[in-house]
């Protein structure tokens, strides 16, 4: 069930739109996303049950769900495959390896969430869902999108990367340079005035910043404190 989706939702899902609620049956029960508001939520298409490279997605999220949890991000698996496939899959995997899938696995056997969320359109090679990430925030905003083929897995520790990246730039107001891992200098926002520009360019460490200009700006995370209401 789809839940208070208008015309400009459905026409144009992208990063900054509030992520489109609906109320689906899970391999956990009902579920409806707006339950985890409050938390992160890590959305995620597969292209079908009992297919290898999707088995070994399902294996890796499930080992790295501590880490998920640690970072108050919600697991939420989805395929156009129905309930009792999905039961009998993860049955299989839990069979094969041990592992309850500590995460609910949305059946979407009309395809109706898949389109909501563009998973599904007439571009993609495949009529199905391939492997599509929604990374939202707990406002329920839509804060990064990635799509992979149906032949490539996703990289776990990257995801947990980008979480990691996306939750100091939203408690800090920062940016993260290319290939940031946790604990390096974060960019800080541009200066707003002349005299902080002129600051930044002559005197940076006094400001506890390493500028190579004065519009690009490095900072430690331990220098710097978190935006209100954070
Ligand atoms: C797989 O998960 O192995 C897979 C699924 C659909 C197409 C190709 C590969």
């Given at each position: 069930m789809i839940n208070n989706i208008d015309n400009e939702q459905r026409q144009c899902l992208t990063i900054g739109r509030i992520a489109p609620d609906f109320t689906a049956m899970t391999t956990e029960g009902p579920i409806t996303l707006s339950q985890y508001r409050g938390r992160w939520v890590l959305f995620f298409s597969h292209p079908g049950d009992f297919t290898p490279v999707c088995t070994s997605e399902f294996i890796a999220f499930a080992r790295l769900q501590p880490e998920f949890e640690k970072r108050n991000v919600q697991l939420l698996g989805i395929s156009i495959d129905s309930n009792p496939a999905h039961l009998g899959w993860l049955y299989d995997i839990f069979k094969m390896t041990?592992?309850?899938?500590?995460?609910?696995?949305?059946?979407?056997?009309?395809?109706?969430?898949?389109?909501?969320?563009?998973?599904?359109?007439?571009?993609?090679?495949?009529?199905?869902?391939?492997?599509?990430?929604?990374?939202?925030?707990?406002n329920q905003r839509i804060r990064a999108i990635l799509i992979?083929?149906?032949?490539?897995?996703?990289?776990?520790?990257?995801?947990?990367?980008?979480?990691?990246?996306?939750?100091?730039?939203?408690?800090?107001?920062?940016?993260?340079?290319?290939?940031?891992?946790?604990g390096d200098p974060v960019i800080v926002p541009v200066a707003n005035t002349l005299d902080e520009a002129i600051a930044r360019g002559m005197e940076p460490e006094s400001l506890e910043m390493n500028c190579l200009a004065w519009w690009y700006c490095f900072a430690d995370l331990s220098e710097l404190t978190p935006l209100p209401n954070q």
């Open positions: 041990g592992i309850v899938m500590p995460f609910p696995l949305v059946a979407d056997r009309d395809a109706q969430i898949a389109a909501l969320y563009g998973m599904v359109n007439p571009d993609r090679i495949y009529e199905q869902s391939v492997r599509d990430v929604f990374i939202i925030d707990p992979y083929p149906a032949t490539n897995g996703r990289n776990m520790y990257e995801l947990l990367r980008l979480i990691d990246a996306l939750q100091v730039s939203t408690t800090y107001g920062v940016s993260t340079p290319a290939d940031w891992m946790p």
